[in-house]
């Protein structure tokens, strides 16, 4: 995996400037693609392996990093998916046990955890409506987003 572990890195940050220009926004909602790929990283076994703990704290510690850098009024966003993404990290063996299902699971929960905790933290009302709709939208990203690193993973796996 360390030799794995600047890609990841890469990609982390191509996620964070995705997100950060809203490209997939779509009648204002926007997909959570940090919770898409740390997902598919949780989840997967996208590097022949499934992530260890290490991988998931420093690419956490360097997406709040560059979080604090680029957008410097996203931190307590970032911060609330962190502590929800560790949490994930930890319950995935009390999960299905089916990689893509688990997948799913950490997803929904993940989107609605994520607008639950931030309207606790405002005193806000939690809206369903809209909590629904990003999950809709990250499930269906999200599966796309997991069928194509299963691909590219099983092609490079038979050229090997």
Not at 36 to 43: C, S
Not at 48 to 73: C, D, K, N, Q, T
Not at 130 to 157: C, D, H, K, P, S
Request: aromatic letters at 16%; a positive charge; hydrophobic letters at 60%.
């Amino acid at each position: 995996m360390h030799y794995k572990f600047p890609i990841a890195c890469a990609l982390l940050t191509l996620t964070l400037l995705l997100e950060g220009t809203r490209m997939f926004q779509i009648s204002g909602i926007v997909p959570n693609l940090i919770l898409i790929f740390f997902g598919v990283l949780v989840t997967a076994t996208v590097f022949g392996e499934r992530s260890p703990f290490w991988v998931l704290l420093a690419l956490l510690g360097i997406s709040m990093l560059l979080y604090s850098f680029l957008f410097r009024f996203w931190i307590e966003p970032v911060v609330i998916l962190s502590l929800i993404i560790l949490g994930m990290y930890v319950l995935r063996r009390k999960l299905v046990g089916t990689p893509f299902l688990d997948f799913l699971i950490f997803i929904v929960s993940g989107t609605l955890l994520f607008f639950g905790v931030r309207a606790a933290l405002h005193g806000t009302p939690f809206l369903l409506g809209i909590a629904a709709m990003e999950t809709i939208y990250n499930l269906i990203l999200g599966a796309l987003v997991w069928f194509v690193v299963r691909q590219i993973r099983g092609y490079y796996a038979g050229r090997s």
